[in-house]
C-alpha cells in the first residue's frame, strides 16, 4: 500500500518554492536514501532519474529497473490497444499493416504454387511430410 503524504500549499508558497530544493526518500530493511535536486521545478526526467537512483541505491540491481520500466511499457501499449480496440478507434501502424499485407500476398502466392503442383502428374513422385515432392526416379 502506498501512501502519499502533501503539504497542502497556499499560492504564495507555490510562487516562492520554485528555488526550493526537491528532496526524495525512500527507506527499506534499516537503509535510507535520499536524492537532492537544487530546485523544484523538476521535469518528468529529473523524476523518474531521481527515482532510477532510489531504486538501485535500496539494492536492487539496475538491469532490474529496466527490464521493469520495459515490462510496464509493454503493459500500457496492450492496454492503449485494448482501450482503442473498445473505442472503435483501433488503427494498426503502417509497419504492421505493410507485414499483414506481405504475409497475406505469400500465402496466396503459396497457394496458387499448391493449386499448380496438385495438377501435375504424380506417378512417379510422392510428397513428404513436409509437402516437399520426394522424386522416385533415378
Known sequence: MVRLKTNNMNLENFKTGFNKPTIITAQQYGTKVSVELDH????????????Q????????HESAWKQ???????????????????????????????????????????????????NLPTDDNEFDDYGSRINKRK
Open 40 to 51: 523544484s521545478d523538476t521535469d518528468i526526467d529529473e523524476l523518474m532519474d531521481a527515482f
Open 53 to 60: 537512483t532510489l531504486v538501485v541505491g535500496l539494492g536492487y
Open 68 to 118: 521493469w520500466i520495459v515490462d510496464r511499457a509493454d503493459e500500457y501499449k496492450e492496454e492503449e490497444i485494448e482501450n482503442a480496440i473498445d473505442m472503435g478507434v483501433y488503427e494498426p501502424s503502417p509497419e504492421l499493416r505493410r507485414a499483414a499485407e506481405e504475409y497475406v500476398n505469400m500465402l496466396q502466392e503459396g497457394e496458387l504454387k499448391t493449386q499448380y503442383k496438385a
